[in-house]
């Protein structure tokens, strides 16, 4: 499989403890993007990198929430003292540098809060 | 900020009959515009982008799109839906700085009846 893979692809987890998801991007996509997506919404940037460095971050990030991709490959979203607010789909996609011809999308981690 | 605005929350329609779904964006400069199709259970899916020359753009399974910029729209069609278009429909426009990272519409959320 040659897409974005994301993992879990479910997590139910209680109020106040943390998660990690992970995001697989294509090898030779060198963007990472995070956006969250909530009921009868459309998805919400969250964060994005190019390479290993996170070049922006949404005020929809709170200190509770963590990214990383350390080398440049797989990235992993944490979610500190999890609050039932926190209760959503987490989507990663990736493109090439330019991201012209559009993002490929993992399939999401839905995170529910309870 | 850009933004984008997709009027219809739920279509339903019955197959053979024709669909428009309607996006507007705020930007008035150099715009990109992309559709995205969720199928249930699936990742994000590139239907159709628009980057510039023909305002007409074809796109993966039948539908199209127009740009009409003294609008301000992006509306999708398909001149005959089927059942197998039921899925939730996204417009996006990314910024155009050098995230690129996409704003989306809250979709729109087509049931196609056999």
């Known amino acids: 499989d040659t897409g974005v893979s994301q993992d879990p692809r479910h997590k139910i987890t209680k109020r106040g403890q943390n998660v990690t998801f992970r995001c697989d991007p294509i090898s030779e996509h060198n963007r990472l993007y995070w956006y969250r997506q909530t009921l009868g919404q459309g998805p919400e940037f969250l964060t994005y990198?190019?390479?290993?460095?996170?070049?922006?971050k949404s005020r929809l990030l709170s200190d509770r929430f963590s990214a990383e991709r350390p080398k440049g490959s797989f990235s992993t979203l944490e979610i500190q003292r999890t609050e039932q607010g926190d209760s959503a789909m987490y989507l990663c996609a990736s493109s090439l540098e330019t991201a012209l011809y559009g993002y490929t999308f993992g399939s999401g981690t839905r995170l529910t809060v309870v | 900020a850009q933004s984008v605005s997709q009027h219809n929350h739920h279509v339903i329609l019955s197959e053979a009959a024709s669909l428009e779904l309607g996006c507007n964006y705020s930007?008035?400069?150099?715009?990109?515009l992309f559709w995205y199709v969720q199928y249930p259970g699936q990742h994000l899916q590139l239907l159709l982008k628009y980057f510039s020359g023909d305002p007409l753009v074809k796109g993966i399974k039948g539908f199209e799109a127009e740009f009409i910029k003294s609008k301000f729209s992006f509306n999708l069609r398909k001149p005959s839906v089927q059942w197998s278009d039921t899925a939730e429909y996204f417009c996006a426009v990314p910024t155009m700085d050098s995230s690129y990272k996409l704003i989306f519409g809250s979709g729109t959320r087509l049931l196609v009846r056999p």
């Open positions: 930007y008035g400069g150099t715009v990109n």
């Open positions: 990198f190019q390479n290993e460095a996170q070049l922006e």
